[in-house]
């Protein structure tokens, strides 16, 4: 749901007065952004500004391209390829969580925001239309702020306990290397996450994109290892991920789709109106004909920004993706570019290979066509955002191009790379099959 312009300021104070009176939350954003609010009181102003930036862009009025005729349900425009460093903040062994657990987590936020998650509504839902391919992947850092290899972690022993979002534990302490914690990289190129000993009522918390320029060394989202990734530490009813796919909507402008008030708005026109937050897992429909005018189909409570279990929560809308792209656009817009991710030393070989691709995107067949013959083997590898290979064939002849067969690949983003003797070319590919 989405308000007229000249009530922005009162629904923003009449949010803050609302969650004041809940204690037991999944998410501490809003409570960590009251903090926000009381420590600098343009932080109120910034928000409302930024909304009204968000709206010129014209995030409401846009359809939907699926319900367009002859349309896929894929995003098929420019993905973006988010950056991100996970950093473990430990007291104990078991909190310094496994590499394993951390890659588990960052291949569901690539399920979850490309829409290829493996319970996305059926077609006959009624809420199936809405649903919408975020165009968004993420990675685990290769290259750190130096430019040095990396493998997108780091891991740093503390001698504090516990750290809390609610007043008795300041929530700032794991952001920084000063106070037991972990200064974030570069927040322009790098999505920051801290997964240490949170406590209290939240599960995780996340910065605002509105933040970023005041309180830059802040940016990020701090989570408990008990609820990051599957498999590992992580419990249930939070064990599969879901927690960092709501914290990631909020890092990219996404609220709480109750808007934080009884029958609030979060700003997107087509995430129904609902009362409240949702727990557990409900049935469909849930709060039929609410009391904020819904209809029969009730609230939309399987939205990520909802507060139901992970294994209930499976979409984000079209107007919550074009709200995310556009704050990409305004408030991160050198994150796309950031290329941290891939070794800058293979892109920029000075004895790179040429060639040229045709069609990207491509389904099924890739045709790479060479501009030089190359005398033995040429190595063609494909990786995915992970940097694991997900296929690797060998040429002995010398082609003028080849044909790849790429149908055993998923929809997605990935990085094809030619090696040939010591030279080597990677270039970026976008699978649509
Ligand atoms: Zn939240």
Redesign the pocket.
């Known amino acids: 749901m989405t308000p007229s312009m000249t009530r922005l300021s009162l629904l923003f104070l009449f949010s803050l007065c609302y969650i004041s009176a809940y204690a037991q939350q999944?998410?501490?954003?809003?409570q960590v952004y009251e903090k926000l609010i009381a420590r600098d009181s343009n932080t109120l102003q910034r928000s409302i500004l930024f909304e009204k930036a968000l709206q010129t862009q014209g995030s409401s009025t846009s359809p939907n391209p699926k319900l367009e005729p002859n349309t896929g349900s894929r995003n098929t425009q420019a993905i973006v390829v988010i950056p991100v460093v996970v950093h473990v903040v430990y007291n104990t062994s078991t909190q310094n969580i496994s590499e394993e657990q951390i890659r588990s987590q960052i291949s569901i936020l690539n399920s979850d925001y490309r829409m290829t998650n493996n319970d996305t509504l059926a077609t006959g839902h009624p809420f199936w239309a809405s649903t919408a391919d975020a165009a968004i992947e993420f990675c685990l850092a290769t290259t750190d702020p130096n430019g040095n290899p990396s493998n997108g972690i780091t891991r740093t022993f503390t001698t504090t306990t516990r750290f809390d979002a609610d007043t008795i534990y300041n929530w700032t302490d794991v952001k920084y290397t000063s106070t037991g914690g972990q200064d974030n990289w570069d927040p322009t190129r790098y999505l920051n996450v801290w997964v240490c000993n949170l406590t209290g009522p939240a599960l995780a918390?996340?910065s605002f994109p509105t933040e970023l320029i005041t309180t830059p060394s802040e940016d990020g989202i701090t989570v408990g290892y008990r609820y990051f990734g599957t498999g590992g530490t992580s419990i249930s009813p939070y064990n599969l991920g879901r927690t960092m796919t709501?914290?990631v909507?909020?890092w990219l402008g996404l609220k709480?789709i109750w808007g934080d008030a009884f029958c609030g708005t979060d700003f997107v026109v087509d995430t129904k109106a609902a009362e409240s937050e949702n727990y557990g897992c409900p049935s469909f429909p849930q709060r039929p004909t609410n009391t904020c005018g819904g209809d029969a189909n009730g609230e939309m409570y399987m939205n990520f920004?909802d507060?139901v279990n992970d294994n209930c929560m499976n979409m984000f809308t079209y107007g919550q993706v074009l709200r995310m792209q556009n704050t990409l656009t305004l408030a991160r817009p050198d994150i796309a570019s950031a290329n941290r991710c891939v070794s800058t030393a293979s892109i920029h070989d000075t004895h790179d290979i040429k060639f040229g691709l045709y069609p990207i995107p491509a389904q099924k067949t890739l045709n790479l066509y060479f501009g030089n013959a190359y005398e033995g083997s040429l190595e063609i590898r494909i990786l995915n955002s992970l940097g694991q290979i997900v296929q690797e064939q060998s040429f002995f002849s010398q082609p003028e191009s080849i044909d790849l067969d790429i149908s055993s690949i998923n929809q997605g983003s990935y990085f094809l790379e030619v090696s040939h003797q010591k030279s080597k070319t990677v270039k970026r590919i976008v699978v649509l099959n």
């Open positions: 999944r998410c501490g954003t809003m918390f996340s709501h914290e909507g909020h709480h920004m507060y």
